[in-house]
Nanobody, 126 residues
Framework: VQLQASGGGLVQAGGSLRLSCAAS????????MSWFRQAPGKEREFVSG????????YYADSVKGRFTISRDSAKKTVYLQMNSLKPEDTAVYYC????????????????????WGQGTEVTVSS
């Protein structure tokens, strides 16, 4: 199984980035997909998740209204559109897959996720 995250970079505050996470080696539609992030010196935190069907999404309060998660089953890819970026959004962003088809959940608990991508770095300058 591989989760290949991409799309990070350096952006000014107020700018936008779109992260992508391409999955391979798993039955994509069996998995809820989420994005987590880890800033220097801080613990990894949940950012956003989308159910296996794509019918439900969930966002951390800190990104609600600015970030949008989506998935494309044909491409086996999950996206995170990040708008109105702030310096506090600076972190390494990780995508993760949770086998959740039977329970239909989106969990913020990192320990529940089965697979993780390698991370893509986002830096927002003020």
């Amino acid at each position: 199984v591989q989760l290949q995250a991409s799309g990070g970079g350096l952006v000014q505050a107020g700018g936008s980035l779109r992260l992508s996470c391409a999955a391979s080696g798993l039955t994509f539609n069996n998995y809820a997909m989420s994005w987590f992030r880890q800033a220097p010196g801080k613990e990894r935190e949940f950012v956003s998740g989308i159910s296996w069907s794509g019918s439900s999404t969930y966002y951390a309060d800190s990104v609600k209204g600015r970030f949008t998660i989506s998935r494309d089953s044909a491409k086996k890819t999950v996206y995170l559109q990040m708008n109105s970026l702030k310096p506090e959004d600076t972190a390494v962003y990780y995508c993760a897959a949770d086998y959740a088809r039977l329970v239909g959940r989106i969990t913020v608990d990192a320990a529940s996720y089965d697979y993780w991508g390698q991370g893509t770095e986002v830096t927002v300058s003020s």
